[in-house]
């Protein structure tokens, strides 16, 4: 395994815009259309509508609205079928019923179309997380509703839970709200659907829908009475399932899964094309199922029954790379001992060809003297091949923290284009030249650090880092609190981003990579 290499960045552009009003939201959404820019910033009871030129860089319109419900909560903002949505849940409490809404963006106006379209209504109330909105006082009710669209967009999904009759889990099988909706979001069919196993016995772990219809909810069903995985005399207490619900049915069809003595650390289903479901994600051998021994997935026609999971473990020399561990330990971190910490499943992208490539990142928290503190650390690249077999597996090093906060500025930004994976994140300068043998150095939010790309050709893992900019200087201005969250994609190489120049204006950057 022999040094990545360093070089400049003859390759990449970027170009500063004209300053506009500074404006915040804890919540940021982009959207691209030709060549202008959809800006959907949340706060609290207000939304902000902004529009950009993305060849300028300059701002078109900007517009805040106040007329939201009192006690509206934000589901969902998207884009579907070229139509631009906000969804809300607003709980009716005269009536007693839990309620959807959206509104529409007029993208060219940069406007409104309506003031709040009824779409989802329920008796009673329905399952959620707590969770506090900057502005708010106390914590809301939140995360009702969940969205889910086919790989041609020919429908969207959307689920909720119903709020169980008894609060012991053992005596509910739960209640699943099903409403699927086509192209022009009109309703195609609905129907609660009652899961197979109580709900202290079933953990759904991720959900797809097919461009027929049909929906697939992935879940782990356990054979104790625990509701935690874990391995007793070497077998694990639970087993997987694929279930089906055929389009406007009630039926659930199960197909089990083999994951044999093993631990799931994070897991993904997607729908890929023609009809074909994708599974992924990381496995453990059973010591702690927040690390990872290896990878996993299977693949096959959304209707057939599951064909068979393969597993691929992770190498002495990919877990040890840029660990500092002493050569002593480094002989012993082999097989089962193999692990990367805290990995956890950020894309997975199918090509054309058949071959998957699968995106981790280790994150987590820990608590530091007065508050938690995120750390984002290195990322670990997998390919698959279009035959299931294993490409190759990349580890690109990196020591990113911050306090906690509800702004996020850690993680990296991806692309993919002409063969080539681009990873863009932020780091100390002290990591340009890293060897393998060393850890690196920490990056610290906020502070300023520079942007770096490291570039892998797909098809034989090879790669290369490149420095783009220092943030203490961009065409002779600090940007300390650059963030690779909410990048948006113009095109296939270049990237657009907002940061703030000062405390009262706003800049975008244009960023092209490769050649």
């Keep these: 395994m022999g040094l990545t290499q360093i070089e400049s960045s003859p390759n990449f552009e970027y170009k500063t815009g004209k300053p506009f009003r500074f404006s915040y939201g804890s919540e940021n959404y982009f959207f691209c259309n030709n060549d202008e820019i959809l800006a959907v910033k949340i706060d609290n009871m ?22 939201f419900p009192i006690d509206w909560v934000p589901e969902h903002v998207t884009e579907y079928n070229n139509r631009y949505f906000i969804f809300y849940a607003l709980w009716d409490r005269n009536a007693n019923k839990e309620q959807l809404f959206y509104r529409e963006i007029d993208f060219q106006k940069g406007t409104f179309k309506d003031n709040g379209i009824l779409l989802i209504q329920i008796d ?39 709020n169980p009759d008894s609060k012991s889990k053992t005596k509910n099988q739960g209640v699943l709200g099903t409403c699927v909706f086509d192209k022009e979001l009109q309703m195609s069919w609905r129907q609660d659907v009652m899961m197979p196993y109580d709900e202290k016995k079933m953990n759904i772990l991720d959900y797809a829908i097919d461009s027929k219809g049909n929906v697939f909810i992935l879940s782990i069903v356990f054979t104790d009475n625990s509701s935690k995985m874990k391995l ?42 023609n009809d074909e479901l994708v599974c992924a994600g990381y496995f453990n051998y059973g010591q702690n199922n927040e690390n990872a021994n290896g990878l996993f997935f299977f693949k096959q026609s959304s209707m057939d029954p599951v064909s068979e999971v393969k597993f691929f473990d992770f190498t002495k020399d990919i877990v040890n790379q840029n660990s500092g561990i002493k050569a002593a330990r480094q002989d012993n971190r082999d097989g089962e001992n193999a692990e990367i910490e805290n990995l956890v499943l ?30 984002s650390e290195d990322i670990v690249v997998s390919k698959l091949t279009s035959k299931g077999e294993l490409g190759w597996i990349k580890k690109l090093p990196r020591r990113q923290w911050k306090a906690y906060s509800s702004e996020s500025g850690l993680s990296f930004n991806y692309l993919f284009t002409e063969g080539h994976h681009y990873f863009l994140t932020l780091d100390n300068v002290k990591n340009l030249n890293l060897p393998i043998y060393e850890v690196p150095e920490k990056y610290h939010y906020g502070y300023g650090g520079v942007l770096t790309c490291t570039e892998i050709d797909d098809l034989t893992g090879n790669a290369i880092n490149y420095l783009i900019f220092d943030s203490k200087d961009i065409d002779g201005i600090n940007y300390p609190d650059i ?3 909410n990048w948006i994609a113009v095109s296939e190489k270049e990237l657009i981003f907002q940061v703030a120049k000062n405390n009262k204006q706003m800049v975008l950057i244009r960023l092209k990579v490769g050649d």
């Design 46 to 67: 207000e939304v902000t509508l902004q529009k950009f030129n993305s060849v300028t860089l300059s701002l078109q319109s900007d517009k805040k609205y106040k007329d």
């Design 483 to 485: 963030t690779t969250n």
């Design 232 to 273: 007793i005399k070497g077998n694990s207490n639970y087993h997987v399932e694929l279930l089906r619900i055929r389009n406007n049915t009630q039926i659930v069809e199960k197909s089990p899964i083999n994951f044999g003595s093993r631990l799931i650390n994070s897991i993904a289903l997607y729908e890929g094309s």
């Design 346 to 375: 950020r894309n997975l992208k199918l090509a054309t060809d058949g071959s998957i490539v699968l995106v981790g990142e280790q994150s987590y928290t820990k608590q530091g003297p007065e508050i938690f503190n995120e750390y």
């Design 124 to 162: 009673g109330k329905i399952t959620g997380t707590y969770s506090g909105i900057p502005g708010r006082a106390g914590v809301v009710m939140a995360d009702k509703f969940d969205f889910h669209t086919s790989f041609d967009s020919s429908y969207m999904l959307i689920k909720y839970r119903k």
